[in-house]
């Protein structure tokens, strides 16, 4: 499965950062945190026992946020401002990526 095409389907057409035809308008100095640690999303998705979003949002949380370059002394400037788009649809991409294993 591509998942760069899943995401772009489900996530960007759906996200505030998007125009209305789901292309992103993220700046070239943004990143997408999506984007970034996609492969790792994935696997991570993957590798749960507990196939639940509830707890697919908790370790994707731990396991991305807590290794993130934004994430200072457990302070991420951009989730204080729900500017990070992994933050803000974790459970939409729980959702897709359990469903799409299905
Ligand atoms: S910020 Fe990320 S999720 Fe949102 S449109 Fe851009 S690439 Fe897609
Ligand atoms: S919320 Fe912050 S620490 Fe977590 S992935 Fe997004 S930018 Fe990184």
Redesign the pocket.
């Known amino acids: 499965m591509d998942y760069k095409i899943l995401f772009r389907e489900k996530i960007c057409s759906i996200c505030v950062d998007s125009d209305a035809n789901g292309k992103c308008l993220l700046s070239d100095d943004e990143i997408c945190?999506i984007e970034a640690?996609l492969p790792k999303i994935v696997k991570i998705v993957k590798n749960l026992e507990n196939k639940t979003i509830d707890e697919c949002c908790k370790v994707l949380?731990d396991e991305?946020?807590s290794r993130?370059?934004?994430?200072k002394d457990f302070n991420?400037k951009?989730?204080n401002e729900a500017n990070?788009a992994?933050?803000r649809y974790f459970p939409y991409i729980a959702e897709v990526l359990l469903s799409a294993e299905n």
């Open positions: 945190a640690y949380k991305i946020c993130c370059a934004n994430n991420c951009l989730s990070c992994l933050e």
